[in-house]
C-alpha cells in the first residue's frame, strides 16, 4: 500500500489543490478516483463528514478539507523544498488570509453566477469582481501571490486558472474583465503554466461539458 | 504605544477567541473597543476586506480573521505555554479540521435557527444538531478538545459555553437537547469556568437584550 493516497475526482479543483501541493514538493503519492454519484465505501468512511473529495491518507491517517491538508502536507514535509509558506509569522497569516478569502469571498461567489441567470447572476458578478480587486492589488508587482513561486495561496486560487474561461464559455458571460485585472489575468496564465502544475489539468472539452450539463440542471432546479 | 493591541467589540464571540488565546498564553495586550456602528478609521484602515472585528495588531502590523489570528499568535509566542496546537501534524490537522467545521457548519446553522421562525428554524435546528452530533463523539474520554486543557478546537467552539442559553431564553427554543448532549453540555460547563476564560464573559443580561432586539430587527426585515 502506497504510503500517501489522494482521493480525488478527475475534475475537483479542491482536489487539484493538494495534486498540486504534492506534485510542487514532490511527495509520491497514488492517486484513487472517485465517483460522486456512487461514493466509495472508503470516502465515505474516511471522510463521513463532508463525504467529499479531497481526501488525503498519510500512514492510514484521513484528512479532509483542501486548506487543512495543505498544512498537513507542509508540516509533515517541512524539510521538503519548496516550502509552501513562508518562515516569517506574519507572512504565513497573509498567505492563510488570502486563501480563506478565495473560499468565503470569492469561490462562493463564483459559483452563485455561475447557477443564476438575470439579475441574481448580475448582482453575484459584481461582488465576484469588488473582491477580485483585492486580488489585483495583492498581485502588484509579483509573479505569483507567494512571490516569485507558487506558494499556499497560489493553490488557495488555482482553479481560477482553468475554470474561469469555462464559466465564461458556458455562460456566456464576462466573469474577469481582461482591461480592469491584467495582473490576475498574468497570474493565471503563470500558474497555468507552472512546473509541476501545468501537467495537471483536466482536459478543457471534458469540463466545458460537465459544467454545462450542471448548470442546466441547477439552473431548472433553482429557478428566480 | 501597546506591542499588542486587539480590536475587538464587548460581545463579538470571534473577538472573544483572540482574547482567549492572549489569555491563556499570558501575552500582555491593549484592547481597543469598537462600536460597529460607527467604525473607526482605525478598523477600516487595518481591516478594509471584511471591516469587521478582531483585528490584532502586533508591532503596527494587522492580521484579521479569527483563525487565521490565532495561528499567528501561535507561530509568534511559540515558546509560551500552554501551546494553542499540539506537536504532532496529523493531530493539528484535526484540530483545525473541528475549528473549520465549527465555522461553516455549526454557527452559521445556529444563526440560521436564530433569526428565523417556524419551519425555516426547524429545519436549521435539525441540522445544527446533526452536526454538533460529531462534537459529542469527539469529545468522548475528553475535558476539552484540546484534550486535558484549552486548546485551538476550544477556542473555535467556546462561545457556545455562553450563546448557547442567550439563544434558548431569547427564541424559547431548545438548541442543545440537555439529554443528547450530555459531553457538549459538560465540555460547555468546562470551558465557562476554565482558568483565564473564566473572567472574560460578557454580561448575560446585556447579552440577552443585544440578541433579542437583533432577532427583531433581523426577523421583521426578513419575512418567510
Same mark, same amino acid.
Given at each position: 500500500m502506497a504510503e500517501v493516497k489522494l482521493f480525488r475526482t478527475w475534475s475537483s479543483p479542491f482536489a487539484l489543490r493538494i495534486v498540486w501541493a504534492l506534485e510542487v514538493k514532490g511527495i509520491e503519492y497514488e492517486m484513487i478516483y472517485e465517483d460522486l454519484s456512487n461514493k466509495s465505501s472508503m470516502l465515505l468512511q474516511y471522510n463521513p463528514v463532508y463525504k467529499k473529495v479531497p481526501v488525503l491518507l498519510h =500512514?492510514? =491517517?484521513? *484528512? #479532509? $478539507? #483542501?486548506?487543512? *491538508?495543505? $498544512?498537513? *502536507? $507542509? $508540516? @509533515?514535509?517541512? #524539510? =521538503? @523544498?519548496? #516550502?509552501?509558506?513562508?518562515e516569517d509569522p506574519y507572512q504565513r497569516a497573509m498567505a492563510r488570509f488570502w486563501a480563506k478569502f478565495g473560499d468565503d469571498k470569492i469561490l462562493p461567489l463564483i459559483w452563485e453566477a455561475f447557477i443564476k441567470q438575470g439579475k441574481d447572476q448580475e448582482e453575484a458578478l459584481v461582488a465576484v469582481q469588488e473582491n477580485l480587486k483585492y486580488l489585483e492589488v495583492e498581485l502588484r508587482g509579483k509573479k505569483f501571490l507567494g512571490g516569485d513561486a507558487v506558494r499556499f495561496a497560489d493553490l488557495a486560487f488555482g482553479c481560477l486558472a482553468n475554470l474561469v474561461s469555462v464559466f465564461e464559455e458556458v455562460t456566456g458571460v464576462t466573469l474577469i474583465d481582461r482591461e480592469k485585472f491584467p495582473l490576475l489575468l498574468t497570474w493565471m496564465q503563470n500558474f497555468m503554466d507552472a512546473p509541476k502544475i501545468r501537467d495537471t489539468w483536466p482536459p478543457r472539452d471534458k469540463l466545458i461539458t460537465k459544467f454545462r450539463a450542471l448548470r442546466e440542471t441547477l439552473i431548472v432546479k433553482e429557478p428566480k
Open positions: =500512514k492510514g =491517517k484521513p *484528512i #479532509s $478539507e #483542501s486548506l487543512v *491538508i495543505l $498544512e498537513y *502536507i $507542509e $508540516e @509533515t514535509w517541512k #524539510s =521538503k @523544498t519548496p #516550502s509552501l509558506l513562508p
